[in-house]
């Protein structure tokens, strides 16, 4: 039966870097002798300005039919006067919600070649490679009561999780720990706050079914730190949604690049990957976009939802040749460095085909 695979590319530059994406994954099927049935729909504002919504039904009907979604990026200042609720941004919030992913996985890694251009020192990012697993339907984010209370000038928002919410999100990290450098740090502020002492017990317990894996718990106000000093210490971390949030974007910079990131949302009906950055309006059109990001985000598809390890493993070997090779995209050249060899998104796409080896 075929990998059916929904494509929602979005705005700006989300067309231009999920097309590079496809075209390696349309490669890696077609080598592995499967079939992949990709499907497009709208999100975000071209919905808008097409269908009069950011997520349409069509869309939402589609992904839920399908067997991961690949999303580009929305928005863009053309709808920023819309109100929150009607903006691009709402249809990717109500596609996550309605997809019902509970678990985030975002790495953060540093490529040899690419080392210098994070602001960090090269011998502090080289070899970094850590999987963040954050929690995101729960906490501070949707936990009820929340108000901002106009009449007494006072506003307040509930952190709020149960054991199971903490044990599924738990469980998907050890199980990937298991597979990588088998440790888990699990981050909380369990020092002040009761719903981290209730994280770090679940977290503990759910550890003895992993016996093979070592976990060990940081409070989030030094890991802010340790992850800025020694990123190298570090292999699956968990967390809660929003020490999650703040946390892995803190990392990026271990990368370098915006444009290299990928991320999954898995525990729900259907899986949905997206490159980390945004629309990118700035660059959209100009063949400059960075399609690593959503490249790399095609072998977290084939890893989690088509179970072809071995050909994600080979997307990502590819794109390490392809820089090993000095070919960059103008976000990865910093400043006046010479010795590249700079492509167009199409051209970085092209190159990464060329160097799959599968
Ligand atoms: P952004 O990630 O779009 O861009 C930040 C900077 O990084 C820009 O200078 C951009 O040119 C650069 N950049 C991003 N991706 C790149 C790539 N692949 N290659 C090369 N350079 C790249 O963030 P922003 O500028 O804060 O937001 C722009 C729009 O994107 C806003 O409307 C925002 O709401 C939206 N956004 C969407 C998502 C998403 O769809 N998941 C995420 C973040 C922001």
Not at 61 to 78: I, P
């Amino acid at each position: 039966m075929a990998f059916r695979l929904l494509v929602t590319a979005g705005d700006g530059i989300g067309p231009e870097v999920t097309r590079e994406a496809v075209a390696v994954l349309q490669a890696v099927f077609s080598h592995a002798d499967k079939s992949l049935e990709v499907t497009e729909r709208r999100i975000g504002g071209v919905a808008i300005d097409t269908d009069g919504t950011p997520l349409p039904q069509e869309t939402l009907d589609a992904a839920l039919a399908s067997d991961a979604v690949l999303l580009g990026a929305v928005g863009g200042s053309k709808w920023n006067a819309l109100p929150p609720d009607t903006r691009p941004e709402a249809g990717l919030l109500q596609l996550r919600a309605a997809l019902g992913g509970f678990a985030n996985l975002r790495p953060a890694f540093s490529i040899a070649e690419l080392a210098a251009n994070s602001p960090l020192k090269l011998e502090i990012v080289s070899g970094a490679d850590i999987l963040f697993v954050r929690e995101l339907l729960g906490g501070l984010y949707f936990g009820a009561p929340r108000e901002w209370n106009r009449q007494t000038g006072e506003a307040w928002n509930t952190m709020r999780y149960t054991r199971e919410e903490i044990a599924r999100v738990a469980r998907i990290a050890f199980d990937l720990a298991q597979k990588r450098r088998k440790k888990v740090t699990s981050v909380d502020k369990a020092n002040v706050l009761e719903v981290s002492q209730l994280w770090r017990a679940t977290v503990t317990e759910v550890a003895k079914e992993y016996p093979d894996v070592t976990l060990e718990h940081q409070l989030v106000d030094s890991m802010a730190m340790l992850i800025m000093t020694a990123p190298r210490s570090y292999d699956v971390v968990l967390t809660e949604n929003l020490f999650g949030d703040i946390l892995s974007d803190e990392s990026a910079v271990i990368t370098g690049s915006l444009g290299m990131l990928p991320s999954a949302t898995i525990g729900g009906k259907v899986n949905l990957y997206e490159p980390i950055h945004g629309s990118a309006p700035d660059i959209a059109g100009k063949g400059l976009a960075n399609p690593l990001g959503a490249i790399l985000t095609g072998a977290l598809v084939l890893r989690l939802s088509a179970n072809m390890e071995a050909e994600a493993a080979a997307i990502q070997a590819a794109v390490r040749k392809v820089l090993e090779m000095g070919f960059r995209t103008p976000d990865l050249v910093r400043g006046d460095a010479t010795g590249f060899t700079v492509l167009t998104t199409t051209e970085m796409g092209a190159k990464v085909r060329a160097m799959l080896h599968l």
